[in-house]
């Protein structure tokens, strides 16, 4: 009868194959340049569609991305995505620069679904780079546990020595049922360190319905923040939560941790509504009363 022999050295090898991380696509020292223009994005039913950028899970270093968006529309539909702009979740960023530009683009998602056309770089660590995105008539529409985005998504992240510039023209955000919808910078339990978070809105609509959310401005909740800035400026602006919602277009950082930084915000011509168990923010939020 043979006898099977596993040696102590082939299983530390084995294991060590079972362990090893996955692969991730490397961009270094490079310039990736992409336009979409009269675009139409659909995906429906558990489907992707994609004309922007789409490095989820990669290494980007010492390199530049631009994407811009002109006559685009996005739309996904149950447990869809639809993405005209810079999708970089779970990334590596670091001594890079990543430019994103909307003019007259459309993004519709419902049920639990997402459509892009901002910059995506939630769950990343983004050190010593600038990511910069602006909204020119912009229409995001999210219905049914879905989420539209034109702006700069970095939840979960760790930022360190970064910027962050977003603007909003004529921008209309619109969530219903328990959705997102997002034209600002979202940098939600992130570490921010040694950076710098702009934000501007300008003749910019927030109405949020049913536990929703629409945000124009910039929010750090659960978040920290060190030796940093977060400046954030309001004109002709409303903003109308209804129903156990919330809209904002100020600085939202509740329940932060915040350490030798400033906090600037200024509004001119803002309106504020709020209705049945809701909230609706233009100015400085650093506690639920």
Do not use: W
């Not at 109405?207 to 977060?230: C, Q, Y």
Request: aromatic share 2%.
């Amino acid at each position: 009868m043979k006898k099977l022999i596993i040696t102590g050295a082939a299983i530390v090898f084995a294991t060590s194959l079972m362990a090893l991380p996955p692969k991730r696509t490397e961009v270094s020292d490079s310039t990736i340049i992409n336009a979409n223009t009269g675009v139409n994005n659909k995906a429906t039913n558990y489907s992707k569609t994609n004309s922007g950028i789409s490095a989820a899970g990669s290494e980007i270093k010492g390199s530049t991305i631009g994407n811009a968006n002109m006559n685009v529309n996005n739309d996904a539909e149950n447990f869809s995505t639809a993405n005209s702009g810079v999708s970089a979740n779970h990334s590596r960023i670091k001594d890079s620069t990543i430019g994103n530009a909307n003019m007259n683009v459309n993004n519709t998602a419902k049920n639990l679904s997402t459509a892009n056309s901002g910059v995506s770089a939630n769950m990343s660590s983004v050190k010593n780079s600038t990511i910069m995105s602006g909204n020119a008539n912009v229409n995001n529409y999210a219905k049914d546990l879905s989420k539209a985005n034109s702006g700069v998504s970095a939840n979960l992240s760790r930022i360190k020595d970064s910027k962050i510039n977003n603007l909003n023209t004529n921008v209309n955000n619109i969530a219903l049922d328990r959705s997102k919808a997002i034209s600002g910078v979202d940098v939600n339990g992130s570490e921010v360190k040694g950076s710098q978070l702009n934000n501007i809105n300008n003749r910019v609509n927030n109405i949020a319905a049913d536990r929703s959310s629409a945000k124009s401005g910039i929010s750090a909740n659960n978040s920290s923040i060190k030796d940093s800035s977060l400046n954030n400026a309001n004109a002709n602006v409303t903003n109308m939560a209804i129903g156990k919602s919330k809209a904002n277009s100020g600085i939202s950082a509740d329940n932060v941790r915040m350490r030798n930084s400033k906090v600037y915000n200024y509004n001119n011509r803002v309106n504020n509504t709020a209705i049945n168990k809701s909230e609706s923010n233009s100015g400085v939020n650093l506690g639920n009363d």
